[in-house]
């Protein structure tokens, strides 16, 4: 069939099929299509259709290589932060039945874990959730499609059902918050064949057992910090640095208290074979870069925590020649979200230079999608993005980190100021609270403009969520000793940090 491009009408041929990328009264089926069923990009179609916006959503699962699959909702309520909080929780009851001995708790017997019980429940709150993602979406209007999406031009999605069958959708925009999935290190033999990653570890019938968890991300001490806790025989293998890009002090603190806690570590690591013994255990090979010592081991679980690759190779990118990072394979954006090609967006884990944060990518969605229904011209702020490492002994951070501040203002021009404190509760149950720190990082010069915060301890999440606000406010040091304190409380010891690191000064603090 020939081209026609007359008036509104507007032919494009594809694959031996031709697409009306209008219909014929000259709009197009959608004003927005999304595609992306996780945080960001449900938050983004619901807040357009709250504003008028006509919205569809696609989002497709994959299975793991596992043949893992999940529901609505994406990487955080599936496979990330929800399940990975609870079962968080769990790790940090069993240490609370420890402590409640001191307390004056009379528990007779062995207290032991359960895995299928809590695998159970935390999956059943996931259903929950994924269902309700579901009503929330039709009682906004927004249209939800069970299908693969991939992009034909700037207006054009094409839909893929499980089944093969195509569905054509135009939108005046598209917005592309597909996020990423879990790497696995494909050169190593047996990787892929005999290992699982996040996307599995939380949807397990039975007990992982004794695992070996490779990575040092915070995903990957995360999951070795609740195994450790419910009992496991843990091992985290790193090649390099622990927690890359956070602070590295910080990381320092986290992981000694792991390994105090009871996780191994197999530093200057990496593996170079994995294979299934007739036991049924995974018999790993590893090499010690340092001493070029090789080593085996048998566990019963291998958890591949090494990255996550965006998911943009299915979309068609290249051909409609939206510009992507060569290296990670993210989608280059500018400070609007928007693409190398027009009416083409994206935000979120897909964006080159974006945080991986559940929370960023929901208030960017919706940001776009005023920004697109012409409410508003607000663009998101990326500078001090709070955040927390769900470790047995947790970290929050808001703002640069000690190495970062020294590169971008030198090291004679901040002040960081420190304590290691004890919490209350730690006293009477006798816990070790020497990693129990907190930094706060200021310029030097003028009013100290607070440039970041570092905080290790219970309730890290709630503590750091806090003062995050100030960052949003220019808080000053001056501002953070004006604040009154809550007593007795660890969040109190923020406001009352006042030995600097320079002075070289015990910063333990003493007294109540």
Not at 32 to 58: D, F, M, R, W
Not at 124 to 144: A, E, F, M, P
Not at 316 to 331: A, H, R, S, Y
Not at 377 to 382: A, K, S
Request: aromatic content about 8%; overall charge positive; glycine content about 12%.
């Amino acid at each position: 069939m020939a081209a026609l491009c007359r008036g509104r009408h507007r032919w494009k041929r594809t694959n031996c099929f031709s697409v009306l990328s209008r219909n014929l009264t000259g709009k197009y089926d959608y004003d927005l299509v999304v595609i992306g069923g996780g945080s960001g990009g449900l938050a983004c179609s619901k807040e357009a259709a709250q504003l008028g916006q006509k919205v569809a959503v696609l989002d497709y699962v994959e299975p793991s290589a596992k043949g893992t699959k999940w529901g609505l909702g994406g990487t955080c309520v599936n496979v990330g932060c929800i399940p990975k909080k609870l079962m968080h929780q769990a790790a940090l009851l069993g240490t609370a039945v420890k402590d409640a001995k001191k307390y004056g708790w009379q528990i007779s017997g062995t207290v032991c874990h359960d895995w299928p019980t809590m695998a159970e429940a935390v999956q059943n709150h996931v259903r929950s959730l994924n269902w309700g993602h579901r009503v929330q979406l039709q009682d906004k209007k927004v249209k939800y499609l069970n299908i693969k999406g991939s992009l034909l031009d700037e207006h054009t999605v094409k839909g893929l059902t499980k089944a093969g069958k195509e569905t054509i959708l135009t939108a005046k925009n598209i917005v592309i918050a597909t996020g990423g999935r879990p790497k696995y290190p494909t050169h190593i033999p047996g990787a892929m064949e005999h290992g699982i990653t996040s996307d599995d570890i939380f949807w397990l019938k039975k007990s992982p057992g004794k695992t070996l968890v490779v990575g040092a991300s915070y995903v990957a001490l995360e999951c070795a910090g609740f195994l450790t806790g419910i009992g496991l025989d843990t091992t985290v293998m790193v090649r390099s640095i622990a927690l890359r890009g956070f602070d590295q002090q910080m990381a320092g603190l986290v992981t000694d208290y792991m390994e105090a806690y009871g996780t191994r570590f197999a530093w200057k690591c990496v593996p170079t074979r994995v294979d299934k013994l007739s036991s049924g255990a995974l018999q790993v090979t590893w090499t010690n870069t340092q001493t070029g010592d090789e080593h085996k081991d048998t566990y019963d679980s291998l958890l591949w925590a090494v990255g996550r690759a965006p998911e943009t190779k299915a979309l068609g990118l290249n051909e409609l020649g939206v510009q992507l990072n060569k290296e990670t394979g993210k989608i280059v954006v500018g400070a609007d979200e928007s693409t190398s090609v027009p009416n083409i967006y994206a935000f979120g884990d897909i964006s080159e230079g974006r945080p991986e944060l559940t929370p960023t990518a929901i208030k960017a969605g919706k940001l776009l999608a005023r920004r697109l229904a012409g409410q508003s011209t607000e663009l998101m702020d990326y500078d001090s993005v709070p955040t927390t490492v769900f470790t047995p002994l947790e970290y929050g951070c808001v703002g640069l980190s000690e190495e970062e501040a020294e590169k971008r203002h030198g090291k004679d021009s901040i002040e960081i100021y420190h304590a290691f404190y004890k919490p209350l509760e730690f006293t009477v149950a006798e816990r070790d609270a020497s990693q129990c720190y907190i930094k706060v990082i200021c310029e030097r010069g003028g009013n100290q403009k607070i440039l970041g915060l570092h905080f290790t301890g219970p309730n890290a999440g709630e503590v750091t969520q806090g003062f995050a606000m100030g960052f949003q406010c220019g808080a000053t040091y001056s501002h953070l000793l004006q604040t009154v304190g809550i007593h007795p409380t660890c969040a109190e010891e923020v406001v009352k940090v006042s030995i600097t690191k320079r002075s070289g000064l015990d910063a333990t603090v003493t007294g109540c």
